[in-house]
């Protein structure tokens, strides 16, 4: 079989440059995982390898294919020998990996787990996108841009922060103060005990029961609740990044902006609204 052209194995080489070292999309020079299983990624690399001896010009074996393959033969050979008698690990022949900003630039790591402690409860990694994007810290430490999301939440695990589920416990509104339950035993239900004869009720099918003191008095006394709920907005945010040695706190409700929405509803007449029904009693 005759070996391949010269154009056919630099094209086949660049290829697998791209399978082992894929590149993210942007502006930024970053690589991806190939998502190779670990058997394969080692034997493309010895197949990039014997490929670099061929096609490149200052190579010995410079578009020499037989010597190419003994020369790439013979060092795999050397690092098998090597590491059986002195355990020593071959070194990347493609350069070392690019380090993280977190390792070259301390500095940059302090502010960065200063910046985060100051945001507060519900630090996100979000949060590291924007400082890096702040044009004094570009300046300061020769950045172009700022940093992707996936990134951020790997320098999140870096500094040793935890994504966790908050503890739940009941929320603390205060139904058991003892001014409130006072208030609820010895004067709402009572005043509700004494009105109950004189309102309307409904069976479980819907139907009207006609009341005795109603009948005899020819009026009804109608209830109207005041029905008021109250958004927060951290109710459903039950998951945070938490900082190495410190626990989640159980939340309790009311934590964040809120938002109250009131009305006035009853069971004869409904939400409470004008005659015509163009004028509602919300807030």
């Known amino acids: 079989r005759k070996p391949p052209t010269g154009v ?21 020079k970053r690589m991806k995982n190939p998502k190779i299983n670990g058997w394969s990624k080692s034997h493309l690399e010895e197949v990039e390898h014997m490929l670099n001896l061929y096609t490149t010009p200052e190579s010995s074996t410079y578009r020499e294919w037989q010597q190419s393959s003994i020369q790439a033969s013979i060092a795999l050979r050397k690092n098998h020998t090597q590491y059986i008698e002195k355990r020593k690990i071959p070194v990347n022949p493609f350069g070392s990996w690019a ?46 841009d700022t940093i992707s999301i996936s990134t951020a939440k790997r320098w999140m695990k870096a500094l040793k922060f935890r994504w966790v589920r908050n503890h739940v416990r009941q929320y603390v509104d205060g139904h058991e103060r003892a001014d409130v339950v006072h208030y609820h035993q010895e004067v709402f239900l009572p005043a509700w005990y004494r009105i109950e004869g004189k309102t309307r009720s409904w069976t479980a099918d819907n139907m009207e029961e006609l009341v005795k003191e109603i009948i005899q008095q020819g009026h009804r006394t109608v209830v109207w609740f005041h029905d008021e709920s109250i958004f927060h907005a951290h109710d459903r945010r039950k998951a945070q990044w938490v900082a190495d040695g410190v626990s989640p706190e159980p939340y309790a409700k009311g934590e964040g902006i809120s938002l109250m929405v009131a009305d006035f509803v009853s069971a004869d007449y409904g939400w409470l609204c004008s005659k015509d029904g163009k004028e509602l009693a919300r807030v």
Do not use: C, W
């Open 8 to 28: 056919m194995a630099l094209e086949a080489l660049h290829h697998l440059q791209t399978v082992l070292r894929p590149a993210m999309s942007g502006t930024r």
């Open 99 to 144: 380090k993280s900003l977190l390792e070259t630039h301390p500095d940059l790591k302090d502010e960065v787990m200063q910046h985060l402690l100051s945001v507060g409860k519900y630090v996100q990694a979000h949060d590291i996108v924007s400082f890096l994007n702040q044009d004094d810290v570009k300046g300061k430490y020769g950045l172009e």
